[in-house]
């Protein structure tokens, strides 16, 4: 909504570049008019909305009261990729543009879960091809959700030394005691498996034939699951332990992790410092730093 609107500005285009005209008070959007200090179209959309999508149903409303992530140039529908890319709906040939590029980026993603790894008989099974598939995998789910290569890279580096980047990978020398609670699973070891695996829907009995058949997926369910976890409410990322006894650097908020531009070494301490806090030696700790290093040269090649 537009408030305090200049009576005496003469630029002609508004918001979004559109039109204004001056003696209706309105945006020009081609299918209809937008009224900008009420922020409501002046005509009922033509498109009656969808059931599954109760901000559709408002017929007068821009682009789902949320102009910050839509734009409307038609003063028609809209619609969201699974990129993210907003698209406004004209016509039938804009929807049929629209599914056509969803089913293809829908297919891409499937491709690259194809390419996904996992080895439940050896946590540390996977070869160097199918690790970096399953860190370029985690990459782009990162990168998706709004992290830094410097966060990704960080987060790397902790994966690297847990599992080798095998998210179906038991902790070495609970193979014959995985209901241990010390025994840990996953693409960071997350411990108890046996509290863990529950809390992304599966258990010890079921989890290993799922990891061999559905690796990406597993993939998923680890990394929702870990963002999560670390929102202020669960009270896992702790900032002054993770400095005070862990070795991080510095204290430093999940939020401001990241999107860190800090150094990957750097942030691989902030990672183990603040969530994972396993009892390090230095040669540990150093290791964490190079390999979140060597994922931050590989992908800037």
């Known amino acids: 909504m537009e408030k305090n609107i200049y009576e005496n500005d003469t630029n002609a285009f508004r918001y979004c570049g559109e039109y204004y005209d001056k003696e209706t008070a309105t945006v020009y959007l081609r299918a209809r008019n937008y009224n900008p200090s009420t922020g409501r ?12 999508d109760p901000l559709s149903l408002n017929l007068y409303t821009y682009c789902a009261n949320n ?8 003063g028609y529908s809209y619609g969201t990729l699974p990129d993210g890319t907003k698209m406004s709906i004209n016509s039938a040939w804009d929807a049929k543009k629209f599914n056509e590029l969803r089913d293809k980026q829908l297919s891409t993603e499937v491709n690259a879960k194809k390419n996904t790894y996992a080895d439940s008989n050896d946590a540390f099974g996977l070869n160097k091809q199918q690790q970096e598939a399953n860190a370029e995998y985690i990459y782009n789910y990162l990168s998706n959700e709004g992290w830094s290569i410097n966060a990704i890279c960080g987060l790397l580096g902790n994966i690297q030394q847990e599992s080798q980047m095998n998210p179906g990978a038991w902790q070495i020398g609970f193979e014959d005691n995985k209901s241990s609670s010390n025994c840990g699973y996953g693409l960071i070891q997350f411990t108890p498996a046996e509290d863990f695996l529950p809390k992304i829907g599966f258990s010890i009995d079921n989890i290993d034939e799922y990891a061999e058949r559905k690796p990406g997926e597993l993939i998923d369910l680890q990394l929702k699951y870990l963002i999560s976890s670390c929102q202020p409410d669960q009270y896992v990322w ?14 430093m908020a999940f939020d401001e992790f990241i999107t860190s531009s800090n150094s990957p070494g750097e942030l691989a ?10 009892a390090d030696d230095e040669f540990t700790q150093n290791n964490r730093v190079e390999y979140a290093n060597y994922w931050y040269n590989y992908f800037n090649n």
Request: negative net charge; glycine residues 10%; proline residues 7%.
């Open 67 to 74: 102009p910050v992530y839509f734009f409307d140039p038609s």
């Open 41 to 52: 179209f002046t005509q009922r959309d033509s498109y009656a909305g969808r059931r599954t």
């Open 238 to 251: 702790l900032s002054e332990m993770g400095v005070n006894i862990y070795g991080s650097p510095y204290e």
């Open 269 to 278: 301490l902030v990672f183990h410092g603040h969530y994972e806090r396993s």
